[in-house]
């Protein structure tokens, strides 16, 4: 959600940044193959992120598991010697506690776990199994410069918002599409050899690359040569949705659903205490996972190439997602606001993300917005996304520690209307701006205003959508992207409230610049009510508001030097590291350290 008052103050927002990449990096996808393209964070999901090759993983076969094959007969008893042929079959046949075990191959199905039957959908130790909404399109016909597949009945919503059949917002700040890119909400899909096509909005724009779906005249156009090549195109929009309490799913693929804007996800939680893990989503058509109840944990999932968001979460109390590897989503071109790029959770408590990695997202990295009360964000690394690192919205009790946030479009670090943040041991380097602390005009007392849960009391006393109670130190602050106005950036956008009226404690964090005026403030804090002041060095900061009484700076840093150096360079300036923090990093307490220990 993003605050729409025009700003009185003189720190407004660089115009956000595409990604601009250092070169071309491969990067192994989770069907073992690999993709070649240009990364702004220059380097690979890391060790141990994101599912496990698919056909990698060894789950143990229950002696009454009910066994799926695509060689099997659904008539079958469901047994390793005697499989039945689709995974619906297998859920119809289950008893509650059961657990389904699929052969290897690729099912071409849309499934529901349904309530009441828990169920463990997993692999076949050793077998890859893909879950596919997409088939193989043949009998093409050439016509005027293009090809022409008649009698094509697919049919998808392409709703742009998340209500069925409803039309765009009309106010612009809460519209998905954006004008450059019209047929983002449209789910079809069409690839040729595994290359995605470009889906236009008439025959008149079909070129080489590009697709148009004549729904009145049931006709699928291409506009590149498909004879001999390998044509494939979404026919079924949802995957797998689990209503059952305490199911789980993993080790298994999923790819190529023509998922709509109103069915949040390819892959749905709408159950209490459901797992998911070793799980790859890919190339749907807008989000890969989306998770709408309490107790979920999702760990070793990847999420990338889908069209809109990687993650979606609403209503997700006691949500981990650990090892969540999210990368290269919004591949649509959806605005980065009001949802896009890696992970979005909202209206939920207790949500913990950590040691994964969200890179080179179109949109944000992470982003906790409308009322999530208690957030962790610990060991991860975010870089190369196109927005924002970290964005905590409208939200209260967070803490942000131990993360490498670096060469984003946007801020590394925005927190807007957001209480009781602890932010420590963070590495900041590359991004457009480096840490934002910032309050706007909204309030949970106007009932108009979007963003409150639903669930909770009104007013909520826990949810004042008030900047104030952060806590930073040990942080490194570090050469953020030209045209940054400042390295660290405060500001009350309602004139209310000066920088010593919103308690913020800042003490030990490092400032890198290249030279004195890059950026030309070191801080920009507001000294009184609609005052903002920019400090030009950090010892003039440290004079003015008694901010930083440990902190250093460096403002000629040497450009061969990064943040390892910086951090050794100044490492006397570290506060030790408090009990809670330190428990949820696992570091012992009292330790001295600038930056993430990431590497």
Known sequence: MRWTARRALAVSSAAVVGLTGVGAVAWNLPDGGVASFT???????????????????????????????????????????????????????ATDGATIV????????????????????????????????????????????AWVRDGWTARFDHSPSYTKGAPADPDPDFSFVSPKHPMAAHPDQVWIDGVAQRQVGSRDGVRGGTFYVDEAAQRLYLGSDPRGRDVRASTLDEAVTVRSDGSVLRGVGVRRYATSLPQLGAVKVAAKDVRIENVAVTDCATTGLSVLSSGARVEHLTTTRNGLLGVHANQADDLVLDRVLATR???????????????????????????????????KGVWLDESVDG???????????????????????????NNLVRDNGGTGLKVNNTANVKIWNNTFVGNQ??????????????????GRDPRRDYPDPDMTWRLGGVDMSDNLLAVPRDGAPCLLCVEDATGRRGGGDMDLALDGNVYVRRSVNRPAAAVLWPTKPGRPESFDTLAAFRSGTGQERAGRAEDSAAPDDGPDAWAKANAK???????????????????????????
């Open 39 to 93: 990364a702004a964070s220059g380097r690979p999901a890391p060790r141990g992120v994101g599912a496990a090759k698919i056909g990698t993983t060894d789950y143990k076969v229950p002696r009454d598991a009910v066994v799926v094959s695509p060689s099997g007969d659904d008539n079958a008893k469901g047994t390793l010697d005697a499989p039945v042929a689709t995974l619906n079959r297998a859920v119809d046949a």
């Open 102 to 145: 699929l052969r290897g191959g690729t099912y071409h199905e849309t499934v529901e776990l349904p309530a009441g039957k828990r169920l463990t959908v997993q692999s076949y130790p050793g077998e890859a199994v893909w879950l596919d909404g997409s088939s193989p399109v043949g009998d093409w016909r050439a016509e005027d410069g």
């Open 329 to 363: 989503n919004n591949l649509e071109h959806f605005k980065y606001s009001p949802v896009s790029g890696g992970i979005k959770v909202t209206r939920s408590r207790d949500v913990r993300v950590t040691d994964g990695a969200m890179l080179d997202n179109l949109g």
């Open 375 to 401: 957030i962790t964000i610990t060991g991860d690394r975010i870089a190369g996304n196109a927005d924002h690192g970290i964005s905590l919205e409208l939200s209260a009790a967070a803490v942000v520690a």
């Open 433 to 450: 701006r480096t840490v934002h602390l910032v309050q706007d005009p909204r309030s949970p007392d106007d009932p108009s205003t979007p």
């Open 573 to 599: 300036a570290a506060r030790p590291l408090p009990e809670d923090v330190a428990r949820l990093v696992g570091k012992p307490a009292g330790t001295r350290r600038i930056g993430a220990w990431l590497s």
